[in-house]
Every structure is written in C-alpha cells, then in structure tokens.
Antibody, heavy 123, light 110 residues
Framework: QVTLKESGPVLVKPTETLTLTCSVSGFSLSNPRMGVSWIRQPPGKALEWLAHIFSNDEESYSTSLKTRLTISKDTSKNQAVLTMTNMDPLDTATYFC???????????????WGKGTTVTVSS | QSALTQPPSVSGSPGQSVTISCTGTSSDIGSFNRVSWYQQPPGTAPKLLIYEVDNRPSGVPDRFSGSKSGNTASLTISGLQAEDEADYYCNSFTSSSTLVFGGGTKLTVL
C-alpha cells in the first residue's frame, strides 16, 4: 500500500523558512518510474503545484516561486523535503506531497496524494 | 505559467451527465497528451480520476471519462450520483517540464 505523510510546523512567522518533510512507504524514491511533487491549497482556493523531484534528483519548480523553493530527497530515509524561504501570510495553506508516475521522456503526473498538513503564517 | 481555466461550478441531477471543461494553451494541454483530473470531496485530499487525457486508474468507475481537443480537455461524468458532489481539478504537463492546475470546478448534484 502506497502512503505519503507530510510533517512540519503548524505555525511559522513571516520571513521565516518553512521546512516540510514527506515520509513515504510502499514505493522507493530510487524507482525511475516514480517521483515526488509538492502542492499547496490556500483555504477555500485552488490547488497550486510547487515542485517536483525525480529519482535521479533532477528538480522542477513553479516559475513564480522557484526563487523561494528547494526540493530534495533522502532515499535511504524514504523522505522528500521541501523548503520555502521568506514565508508570508499569503503562504498560509494546506501543503500536500504526492507520488508521481514518470512516463515517457520525463513526463509525470500525480497519482497518489498524502493527506496534507496545514501551515499558518502569522506573527 | 498561468492556471488552466475551468468553470467555477456545474450542476446536474442524479442520473444525468455533466461535462467540465479545462482550457489551456499551446504550451500545455495543446502540446501534450498529459492531462489529469482529480476529485476532491470537502476536507479531503484529491484523488486521481483520469490520467494522460483518457485513462482511468483501476477502481475508478467508467462513468468518468476524459477527452481532449486542441487546447481544451474535458471530463464527463455520466449517471451522476450524489457521491460525485465534490471539487474537480484538471492538471497538465507543460513545456517547462512543470505541472499546472486548473482553478477547480464545484460540482453540485441537485
């Protein structure tokens, strides 16, 4: 059974750096047919894709947020990590990690989601 | 990368069919057969319904179907059921090797 579980702070202050961890089970982060994406959803709003990491550690980032985001993984720990710098109240959202299925030449789509973790940015 | 365009809401009665559109550009939907659809009931995580335009994962009823024409993808739900009431999101691979979501569509079963 494939599961993903997000963990991290519930509350961060403006200007701080957010670090979220995604612990996965049921698949390996070294599998070239799989990767991990991070997605967020502000309260009452739409999903927003943030970043992706392939098994070979190649990364992709949202154009609008790439200067603030870093995605990484530790295959031995079955964990992926997202850091977001200079947090703002507008970054308040539920953050999801998700497994991706990698098909063809670096194409990928999200196939399994974690339950998400809520992060509030406030002083 | 701008969000894909979906209607904010659609509705239908039990047993009817509804179609949700998702319009992108030649940099995403128009260039790749890599459109996915997700169902998100209130307070839950999204669930994959359709991948690569018209493929259903195992366990998804065949009442859900996907298609694409040009820069627009569509999700059709036939034989509407009360349990189908949820938010629906489209997603596409892009020419920047990123993903982009639609703004979401709220489906109401009357």
């Amino acid at each position: 059974q494939v599961t993903l579980k997000e963990s991290g702070p519930v509350l961060v202050k403006p200007t701080e750096t957010l670090t979220l961890t995604c612990s996965v089970s049921g698949f390996s982060l070294s599998n070239p047919r799989m990767g991990v994406s991070w997605i967020r959803q502000p309260p009452g709003k739409a999903l927003e894709w943030l970043a992706h990491i392939f098994s070979n550690d190649e990364e992709s980032y949202s154009t609008s947020l790439k200067t603030r985001l870093t995605i990484s993984k530790d295959t031995s720990k079955n964990q992926a990590v997202l850091t977001m710098t200079n947090m703002d109240p507008l970054d308040t959202a539920t953050y999801f990690c998700a497994r991706t299925a990698v098909t063809g030449h670096y194409y990928y789509y999200i196939d399994v989601w974690g339950k998400g973790t809520t992060v509030t940015v406030s002083s | 990368q701008s969000a894909l365009t979906q209607p904010p809401s659609v509705s239908g009665s039990p047993g009817q069919s509804v179609t949700i559109s998702c319009t992108g550009t030649s940099s995403d939907i128009g260039s790749f057969n890599r459109v996915s659809w997700y169902q998100q009931p209130p307070g839950t995580a999204p669930k994959l319904l359709i991948y690569e335009v018209d493929n259903r994962p195992s366990g998804v009823p065949d009442r859900f179907s996907g298609s694409k024409s040009g820069n627009t993808a569509s999700l059709t739900i036939s034989g509407l059921q009360a349990e189908d009431e949820a938010d629906y999101y489209c997603n596409s691979f892009t020419s920047s090797s990123t993903l982009v979501f639609g703004g979401g569509t709220k489906l109401t079963v009357l």
